[in-house]
């Protein structure tokens, strides 16, 4: 019971208000990922489904599922192979952990640090939050999505469920990707970010 309350202490004003800045961040996103996949040079789409795309779908925009989470550094974790859809061996570690608390539960994500990105300058700050939820299947895809973040200065993080985003596989199929752990699933539905991705039939 005191650790629920410390914990609705912390959180109290996690969820960031619906303002301007807020919502120019997640259109910024969206714009972004939209410009990315019309690109032919690196668009993930098969090349029938490039022809044919416009734009991404996404969930309505959604503030209250702009989270400042508790983080707290895992630093002596050791580093591990991540399962994929291919035979790919991505080396990861666990970086740290984001407690919340959504829909009046507390959550756990763990959060991953990418072995050899972190080698590369432009991502050396990198962190990968890949997780499951409850609309997978139904309106989101249903391997999971991933969130992208940087190495937080102090002892919060934001989750911005509005940038989730799908793993290229989810488009073509010669792609490899991360599969979330079974720790990184909640039990909710996150309707915010990236839609499931309706491919074309094969014979159109």
Known sequence: MFRLLLLLIFFTGNTIAQDSTAIKRILS????????????????????????FKKLEFFKIDTSLCIKAK?????????????????????YVKYGEARFILQEKEYVLCIYQNQGL???????????????????????????????LKI???????????????????????????IP??????????????KKYKKYPENE
Do not use: W
């Open 181 to 194: 752990p079974e720790e990184n699933h909640l039990d909710v539905k996150i309707l915010a970010g990236v």
């Open 71 to 91: 983080f707290e550094r895992t630093p002596y974790e050791t580093p591990f192979i991540m399962k994929t859809t291919t035979g790919a061996e991505p080396l």
């Open 29 to 52: 996103f969206q714009e972004k990922i939209n410009r990315e996949f019309s690109s032919e040079e690196i668009s993930p789409l098969t090349t029938k489904d490039f022809k044919r």
């Open 118 to 148: 972190k080698t590369q300058p432009e991502y050396e700050d990198y962190l990968f939050l890949p997780f499951t939820d409850l609309s997978n299947e139904e309106s989101s895809y249903s391997g999971g999505r991933f969130i992208d």
């Open 152 to 178: 937080p200065e102090g002892e919060s993080i934001l989750i911005d469920f509005n940038t989730a985003y799908n793993p290229y596989c989810a488009y073509n199929d010669r792609y490899s990707c991360p």
